[in-house]
């Protein structure tokens, strides 16, 4: 994310659809976007249709970066001749995240904003949850029994990513009962084994939820972004929350309702920072009511 003045893109007559419903309204959009899922979120997918495309511009050994007012982002033209394949198709739903956060207006003034009450609560309640999850059935923490805590989609996933019912069912115990860096590294490394190419963005959206994770709990919990990074941004609400922190949370929590996986991605954010994600997706419902284009 980088900040400048000026006016957004227009927006423009939808042409392709992808299988979730994407408009694919330029050959960026048809590269990238259509490698989302085809069950992404249907709020998404209509924020992303609301939302003017965004330019594209590439520089040689930058990555990832939306710049507001100039609405672009920095990105090879195809992400299947780079070396790091797929991997930049999570890097460019990450930046279109930003993009539908911020089209139209400064950094300091993001949708993305109404994020931080929400964000407040989940950090004043993580502790209170842990141990109710802890103290609760033993079944959720038993690597066997786990699973059937899981929604069903979410679980059919993770099963489908990790057909190993033992992996799966260590890896949701382990969620469960809130160790949420373990569970994730768990699962990365079962999905660094996949090999189809749409399938290749899930090691990249597993990295993107811990930074969900990392920017709701100011790095109590998670990983990703730098506090000296968090701290670059002017404060809301208090000490430790800054539009560094709202910007990364909404972006991720975009792409988790976007990418390949996004059943269990989404259930992810959602299980980890419940009013950060109940606040993601109504801002998407209101970009949909106050902003879509004709
Ligand atoms: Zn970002």
């Given at each position: 994310m980088r900040t400048a003045n000026g006016a957004a893109g227009r927006c423009r007559r939808h042409q392709v659809k992808a299988g979730a419903g994407f408009a694919l309204r330029t050959p960026f959009e048809r590269r990238y976007v259509s490698a989302f899922s085809a069950s992404a979120h249907p709020d998404a997918v209509r924020a992303f249709n609301a939302t003017p495309p965004v330019a594209r511009k590439?520089?040689?050994g930058a990555r990832g970066l939306y710049r507001t007012g100039h609405h672009y982002v920095v990105a090879p033209a195809s992400w299947a001749e780079m070396p790091e394949g797929a991997g930049w198709v999570a890097v460019v739903?990450?930046?279109i995240g930003h993009a539908v956060d911020f089209h139209g207006r400064g950094v300091a003034n993001g949708r993305s904003l109404w994020l931080a009450p929400a964000i407040r609560r989940d950090r004043a309640t993580l502790d209170g949850r842990?141990?109710?999850?802890m103290a609760g059935s033993r079944e959720k923490?038993?690597?066997?029994?786990?699973?059937?805590?899981f929604p069903s989609?979410?679980?059919?996933?993770?099963l489908h990513l990790v057909p190993d019912p033992g992996a799966a069912g260590t890896f949701a115990a382990v969620w469960n009962v809130g160790r949420m860096e373990e569970a994730l590294a768990l699962l990365g490394r079962s999905a660094l084994a996949l090999r189809s190419d749409r399938e290749a963005t899930v090691p990249h959206a597993l990295v993107k939820i811990s930074d969900f994770i990392g920017a709701v709990?100011?790095?109590?919990?998670?990983?990703g972004h730098s506090r000296r990074y968090y701290r670059s941004f002017g404060q809301i609400l208090g000490p430790a929350l800054t539009v560094g922190h709202t910007a990364e949370a909404f972006a991720n929590a975009f792409l988790a309702d976007v990418l390949e996986g996004t059943e269990l991605l989404s259930f992810l954010a959602a299980s980890s920072a419940p009013?950060?994600?109940a606040a993601y997706r109504e801002i998407?419902?209101?970009i949909v009511r106050g902003q879509g284009c004709a």
């Open positions: 590439f520089f040689p739903a990450h930046e842990l141990q109710s999850a923490g038993d690597a066997r029994l786990a699973l059937a805590h989609a979410a679980r059919a996933r993770l709990y100011d790095l109590e919990r998670g990983g009013a950060t994600h998407l419902r209101r």
